[in-house]
Every structure is written in C-alpha cells, then in structure tokens.
C-alpha cells in the first residue's frame, strides 16, 4: 500500500512539477496501465491509493498532451478521465473530493485545441450518472459541507472558464441566481471562489449566452466586493453635510 502511494504522488507530483508535455512513450505504456489497474481495483487497494491514483490522473490530464492521453480510450479499455468522472458523485467522501478537485484542475487547464475533448469529458458524466455535472454541483453547493461546497465552486469556476461552460450554466436555470445570492453561502473561502466565478463570467463580453441584465447583476456583484451585505450597506448610510 505504502509503495502505491508512493508511486502514485512520484506521478502527480511530477504531472504537476513539469506540466508537460510529458515522455509520451512513457506516459503511453506502463504509467496509464498502472493507473488504471488502481483505478480498477477498488477491492484490491486502499482508499487512500485509490485517492492518490486519482489525483495522479487529474495532474496528468491538466498538461496539454497529458490530456489527449488521459481521454484515448479502447473497446478493452476505459480512458483514464473516466474514474474521477465516475467517481465525483461518490458516496465515499476522500475519492468524491479527490475526483472533484482532480475535474477541477483538468477543467481549469483550458487548452484552446482541446475545446472539443473538455465538452466530451463534461458530457461523460451525464451518461455516468444520469444528470449533468451541473446538477451536482448545485447539489453539493446546498449541502452543510464546507470543503465539498469549496470543491463544487472550484470545480463550477473551471467549467466557468469556458465558452460552453457559460452557455451551459445559463441553460440550467438557477445557477445564477443562487450564486448572486449573498445569503446563499456564508463561509469566507466559499464567499472567495462565488466572487471569482462572478467576476470570470462579467468579464465575458463576448458571450451571448449571458443576458444584458445577468451581466448587470454580475458587474454590480463585482463592484460591491466579495463581503459586500446589505446590512453594512445601510449601516454606512448616506453621506450627509
């Protein structure tokens, strides 16, 4: 078990040092089967291996060509990206939050030539698991769990990022609203990443999925700062002579 955790943060850490553009032919061979033999291995190896492999395949895939690889797929074979897809709405907390944070990481890399294979990783969890991967964020966000909440924003930032990832968010309906909401959330870390998701999306000018009025909603959300209220709003009144 120690050897496998070892191994499997040698890899991350290495993915994550470098952000390569990997050894391809590495990477090709015995790298993927061994990551996805842990993967596959549920009854075999630890939690806490079974954590590590998750994240060692997320680093990999937040690399350029690391994502290409870590999405190839075969009639034998499950891409590498499929385990955290499967795994990010896990009843088991550690490999729910390692396949979260691993997503997020993956999402947030956003290689302009891999636009197409993002939308297919996003679509993948649909077919996982019957609902988009949406959904489950704006579950997660609505439960009393901090670092789940702080996951799912981070996760939800990422997707932000993207092109579709906006049109897709707007489609949902209530995403905005619950994020626009100051009382939606109350803890200081969640309230950071609510403001940055924010503030990514009112910088899309570009982005038709995003109405005249939400956008004006998001600028004046970004003005006011991330702990503005409106309590502190009428305590400081109007300026008077």
Request: one cysteine or more.
């Amino acid at each position: 078990d120690m050897l496998h955790s070892g191994i499997c943060q040698f890899i991350a850490q290495l993915a994550l040092a470098s952000k390569l553009d990997w050894h391809l032919g590495w990477l090709h061979g015995n790298v993927v089967d061994y990551l996805r033999f842990l993967s596959e291995s549920s009854s075999e190896v630890s939690e806490h291996v079974q954590s590590e492999s998750l994240t060692a395949i997320c680093n990999i895939g937040a690399s350029k060509e690391g994502f290409k690889i870590a999405m190839q797929s075969s009639p034998n074979s499950k891409s590498l990206l499929s385990y955290p897809v499967r795994l990010c709405n896990s009843s088991n907390d550690n490999l729910r939050l390692a396949s979260l944070y691993g997503l997020a990481a993956v999402f947030g890399s956003r290689v302009e030539e891999n636009e197409t294979l993002y939308r297919s990783l996003y679509a993948q969890a649909k077919a996982a698991h019957q609902t988009n991967l949406l959904d489950m964020i704006m579950k997660n966000l609505k439960l009393p769990f901090e670092e789940l909440r702080v996951a799912s924003y981070k996760l939800l930032a990422s997707i932000a990022l993207h092109t579709w990832g906006l049109e897709e968010i707007t489609r949902l309906g209530g995403v905005w609203e619950y994020l626009l909401d100051r009382k939606s959330d109350s803890m200081k870390t969640c309230l950071e990443w609510k403001y940055n998701i924010i503030k990514v999306a009112s910088e899309r000018h570009d982005n038709p999925a995003i109405s005249p009025s939400i956008r004006s909603q998001l600028l004046q959300y970004v003005n006011q700062g991330v702990f503005y209220s409106a309590f502190q709003s009428r305590v400081a009144g109007p300026v008077t002579q």
